[in-house]
C-alpha cells in the first residue's frame, strides 16, 4: 500500500520528549490535518518523517521503503517549514528554476502562474520578501513539485485573510486535479475544518486522536437557543464549552444527543475547533 508509515518513533531533546513511541499511517490522497499546541511534538514528527531529524528509535518508511538513506523514497517527500531552503540573495524566479532540479516534476509555468495570483513579485530577491510573501512563496514551491506527499508546517504564518482564503481555494483545486497526500499541521483549526478528512491531534508527545473528521465531530454536538433553554438542557450533559451572545447561548456537548429535543433547542455539528481545545486542555 502507498502510504508514509510511521513505527515506534521516538525522539528526545535531552530530557524533553518531543515523540513518544509514536505510530501513525498517512494513506494516499488523503487531506490530514495534524493538530497540537505548541510544543507538542507536530514539527518534530514531520521534520523526522522528512529525515531532517533523526530519530533515536523507530522507522519510517514511504511506499514500504526505508527513508534512511534512501533519495528515491525521499524524493516522494516535500516540507515546507520555518526555513526556507535557498540562498537569500536568490532571486525568487531562479529558485523556481533551481528547483525543476531537485524535484523533476516541478512545474514551473504553473508556480509562475500562482505568483500572479498572490502577486508576488519573482524579481525580488528572497531575503527581501515580507513574513507574508515569504511563506507565498515556499507555498507554490509546495504546490507545484507534484510530489506524491506535500507536508506543510504552518502554511499560512503571516498571511492576511485574503491570501489564505486563495490559499485554501487554490489546495482544494490542485488536490481534485492532482490528488496526492497533504499533511497540514496548523494552529488555524477553524479555517482548515472544511479541508481536512483526517485528523491526527498531538498532546505532550503522544497520539491522542487518529481518525477521519467526520468519525471525531460524530462524538458530540452543538446545542444553540435561548439561554434558559439551553441551560436546562445541559444540565446533565458533558459541556465542552459555550457561548453567549445577549440572550443566546450555544453549548459544545460531548456525548449522544438525547432523541427528543425539546422545542426552541435547535442541534448542529460540533465545532472542530472547541472539540480540541477540549482534548488538549
Partial sequence: MN?????????????????????????????????????????????????????????????GQPIEGNDAALGKLYLMSEKTNYPEKMKVKHAFSWSKNFYPGFDAAYAASLAEKF?????KMIKSLSTGYNSIFKLIIALSVNTPYVLLDEPVLGLDANHRELFYRILLEKYSEHPCTIIISTHLIEEVSGL????????????????????????????????????????????????TIGGLKSAYILGTRNTEIPEGIEISKLDLQKLFIKLTN
Fill in 3 to 63: 502510504c508514509i508509515e510511521v513505527k515506534n518513533i521516538t525522539k528526545n531533546y535531552g530530557r524533553t520528549c518531543a515523540l513518544d513511541n509514536v505510530s501513525l499511517c498517512f494513506e494516499e490522497n488523503k487531506i490530514y490535518g495534524l493538530l497540537g499546541r505548541n510544543g507538542a511534538g507536530k514539527s518534530t514528527l514531520l521534520n523526522v518523517i522528512t529525515n531532517r531529524i533523526f530519530a533515536d528509535s523507530g522507522e519510517v518508511f514511504v511506499d
Fill in 119 to 123: 502577486e508576488l513579485d519573482t524579481n
Fill in 196 to 243: 481536512i478528512e483526517n485528523v491526527i491531534i498531538i498532546k505532550k508527545s503522544k497520539i491522542i486522536k487518529d481518525e477521519s473528521c467526520e468519525e471525531l465531530l460524530s462524538q458530540g454536538y452543538t446545542v444553540s437557543g435561548s439561554a434558559s433553554n439551553v441551560d436546562t438542557y445541559i444540565s446533565n450533559q458533558n459541556v465542552l464549552g459555550a457561548d
